[in-house]
């Protein structure tokens, strides 16, 4: 069992949690407004402090129902004697600002009504009124505006990235979670190595030369929040602005909004049965800096990459001095097939950048991801992580370090995959028997989610607000092209819809679909 190792003096330097419980009762109170008391302008000190936090809760800076500190502490903080505040607070109680609730304190009336609240008087600008002075960075312009997309409303059916929560192990995990925050070591409070906690790199490389034929050890691995993060340090690493980068066409839109950001000129190259076409790519762009795909299990459309076209991907890569970008992001869930190896573990002249997750097979809160760094670029990484972030909190790693060491995750993956391969051909078969051969099905053979592209004609977006309005979740295929879209379908999760919800969302589907 691997358990965190402690560099320092143990008896001296470990803290009971007790501790910070005693003196975060005694503190437990709520924030007041910023008073700058002005002990010479002749204005008695209870009148400031009702002016201070009459002007917030007008000024909607203390909202309603919002906790107020304790007289006692708010004395204390302001180092004046608590007879100035306990007026304050009478006069505030008196005029209906503040409510007390008994035996819990001191709060902001939620009686106020709203247009006594009013926004003018606190000094609020109109934003939206003069768009040219407000001056933001040419690079977050290069990304849209961010929306919330229609179809992504309600919590209902085919979510995309959600999982089969109620089968995640929790008790175990709070336990262990327990297990690490009951005991809190200096040396875990401190800054820790911007790669991440060396017992939990160790595991991750064990974990990745066994099931997925990585080639690393742990000095090559750096944790980071997700993919996500993952691509954020590999682009300030690799890439300048101006560089040409193939995308998978479609692909994951989030990893093109790194490479967008970071003044890319993306290159999309058309997936077919086989993945990624490395010829188009060549044809296009041949000395593009960098590949980004997902070669496992494409994003959306859930091809493997042929063995054919992975030589030629990593030949290409070695010849014209590129970066290939592998993000192999579900490639627990296979159902067919044993899971495929990595692209990584084939590369002889590391070109490969290998990102992985524990979104898909933890749940994505948990923001924990890994990148498999060559061995000479470790370095590089290493700067630009300490400049991004510095390093990645200790908890989870320590937590999630366990949860591996001890089998739970093993065990978690075993049983979900058969929890989601179950959902899947279910899903499968309501579709066949629902839409026939209406509809053409993508990608089935691993992962949370499957691909149907719809008949000429229809348009996905126009029908996946229609359905979200019913509370299904239908992700436009169309969103995952850069250029024109030559499908137009959906992307079905199957991850948190049961066998039991399945059948009636694909009849809704089908009503969806045949509504226009
Ligand atoms: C292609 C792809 N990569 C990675 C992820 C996971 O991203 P993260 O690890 O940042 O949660 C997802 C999530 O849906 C994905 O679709």
Redesign the pocket.
Known sequence: MLRIVVAINDHLQRLRYNHYIVSMRKAASGFSPVIALDRKSGKPLHKQVYEAFSAAIVGRNLRAGQRVPSSRALALELRISRIPVLNAYSQLLAEGYFETRRGSGTFVSTSLPDQWISLGRGPVVSFQARPERRLVSRRSILLPFYRRAPWTGKWGAFI??QLAFEHFPFRIWSSLVNRHVRTVRVSSLHYGDPMGSEDFRDTIASYLRTARAVNCDASQIMIVS???QALEVTARVLLDPGDKVWIEEPG?WLARQVFTMAGCELVPVPVDEGGLQVSAGIAQSRKARAAFV?PSHQ?PLGVTMSASRRLQLLDWAHRSGSWIIE?D?DNEYRYESMPIASLQGLDRNSRVIYIG?F?KTLF?SVRL?YIVIPRDLVGRFLAVRQAMDICPPHLYQAVLNDFIAEGHFARHIRRTRLVYGERRNVLVEALRSELGTSVEVWGAEAGMHLVVTLPKGLRDRTLSELAALQGLWLWPLSRCYLGPARRQGFILGFGSTTPKQIPKAVTQLRRVIESQ
């Open positions: 995309v990235g997700g993919s996500q994951y997902t994003f993000d992001y997750t979104s994505p991801g």
